[in-house]
């Protein structure tokens, strides 16, 4: 290609402008609580949840997370960094599923977290509660999904809820009032690279 041949595509490439015009916000409103859901196959979707749930603590929203899969043997860092900002943390499963050594046992540790869940919900001592992971127990008809669609919105009018996992379930999408999904383009993991402390957990 030709020096010239480049700068002809260059110049028929469409411009965008930066807006210059707020947003038209009649008619809106405010909200007691919002439902969150962080889903896709790509990197980021407790990342992000966590990074929420580090916003609330800046507004001094007690808040509490309840972990599906991971154990408290993972030793997370960002359970480190919330626990010491005040955050409740309930690391409530046994780990990746093919490490199990008794599924019966892992159900029965996802609908304990579910339990805690349920709880924490309903009790409205928290402002925001992470449900990280929660999608893998209702793929897996581990809980009951009808139970956690009627327990979102059926939730203490204050609290705000963050669900995160791959392939949520529709009618979770349906409920919440805003949802994310993250995209995979490429990922370490694909070239045959482990997971990295500090990046990954």
Do not use: C
Request: hydrophobic share 40%; charged share 25%; glycine share 8%.
């Amino acid at each position: 290609m030709t020096s010239n041949e480049g700068a002809d595509q260059t110049s028929d490439a469409e411009t965008v402008e930066p807006p210059v015009e707020a947003p038209d916000k009649t008619g809106f409103t405010t909200a007691k609580s919002l439902v969150l859901v962080n889903t896709g196959h790509g990197k980021g979707k407790s990342s992000a949840a966590f990074g929420t749930a580090m916003r609330a603590v800046a507004r001094d929203w007690p808040v509490g997370v309840v972990q599906f899969l991971k154990s408290g043997d993972w030793n997370v860092g960002e359970e480190k960094v919330l626990r010491e900002l005040g955050v409740q943390w309930f690391a409530a499963g046994d780990g990746f599923t093919w490490n199990s050594e008794d599924l019966d046992e892992s159900r029965a540790l996802a609908q304990g977290a579910w339990a805690k869940a349920k709880e924490l919900i309903a009790a409205g001592d928290h402002r925001l509660i992470v449900l990280d992971e929660i999608s893998y127990a209702m793929t897996w008809e581990w809980i009951d999904v009808a139970d956690v669609v009627a327990t979102l919105t059926g939730r203490n009018e204050s609290v705000s809820v963050v669900l995160t996992g791959r392939d949520m379930h529709e009618d979770v999408i349906e409920v919440a009032d805003t949802v994310t999904e993250m995209v995979k383009i490429k990922h370490a993991f694909d070239k045959g690279i482990i997971a990295k402390k500090g990046i990954d957990y």
